[in-house]
């Protein structure tokens, strides 16, 4: 299996400037998760879905941010504006059960850079 | 919320030593996983083990639920082991979010 995948690897974009993050999970996997990890806050949790359904959105920083999860194999994070306070490497993260009850298996992350 | 104490913060080696790693939380837990970061970045997964003993190669790793710590072991180590290790447990009846640990940097000098 490929692993969880995504695109793009890093990104540069100026403030104001709208990001898109793009995440393909394992085949077969139920659950997706979407990760921040910035030195000062460490890896934290932004939302999840299962079944495509989002489940917890709660560590959404504001409403810049929005996930989608159109299909069981493509998942979305946007930031609408982007701010310099974004930057961040964002890791996506999938598990074959619901929940994070089960092991979760990271994609290599998308370094962000906002100027 | 629950807290995840990795210890110690920082370590160095050299090439061929052992090492063990910890993790202590303070509640009850249903999963947790150690994971290895390495320098370029790449979170990966180690152990799944919420309790119990595993083994792989020269890592091995024990949790010990009721008295709420995990022990991560490197023996023989490389210089490949560089990176940090995370800790990260899921709660039992609590909030469905795996917290992370702030990780033990290890460093193994050739």
């Known amino acids: 299996d490929a692993g969880v995948i995504q695109s793009p690897r890093h990104e540069v974009t100026e403030m104001g400037q709208e990001v898109t993050l793009r995440c393909k999970p394992i085949?077969?996997?139920?659950?997706l998760f979407w990760y921040r990890q910035t030195m000062m806050r460490g890896l934290e949790l932004l939302i999840y879905?299962?079944?495509?359904?989002?489940?917890?959105d709660s560590g959404m920083p504001e409403d810049r941010f929005s996930a989608k999860m159109p299909n069981a194999s493509f998942s979305t994070l946007k930031i609408q504006p982007s701010e310099p306070r974004d930057s961040a490497v964002y890791f996506c993260?999938?598990?074959?059960?619901?929940?994070?009850?089960?092991?979760?298996?990271f994609g290599p992350g998308t370094r962000l850079t906002v100027t | 919320g629950i807290q995840v104490e990795q210890s110690p913060p920082d370590l160095i080696l050299q090439e061929g030593a052992n090492s063990t790693l910890r993790c202590n939380f303070s509640?009850?837990?249903?999963?947790l996983q150690w994971f290895h970061q390495n320098p370029w970045g790449q979170l990966i997964n180690l152990f799944y083990?919420?309790?119990g003993t595993k083994q792989n190669g020269r890592l091995s790793a024990t949790t010990v639920a009721t008295e709420r710590y995990s022990l991560l072991y490197i023996s023989s180590s490389q210089t490949t082991d560089s990176g940090v290790y995370f800790c990260a447990v899921l709660t039992q009846g609590g909030s469905e979010k795996l917290v992370f640990g702030k990780g033990t940097k290890l460093t193994v000098n050739p």
């Open positions: 083990i919420p309790s």
């Open positions: 085949s077969g996997h139920n659950s």
């Open positions: 993260a999938s598990s074959p059960g619901y929940g994070s009850l089960y092991e979760q298996y």
């Open positions: 879905f299962n079944n495509n359904v989002p489940i917890d």
């Open positions: 509640d009850s837990v249903n999963n």
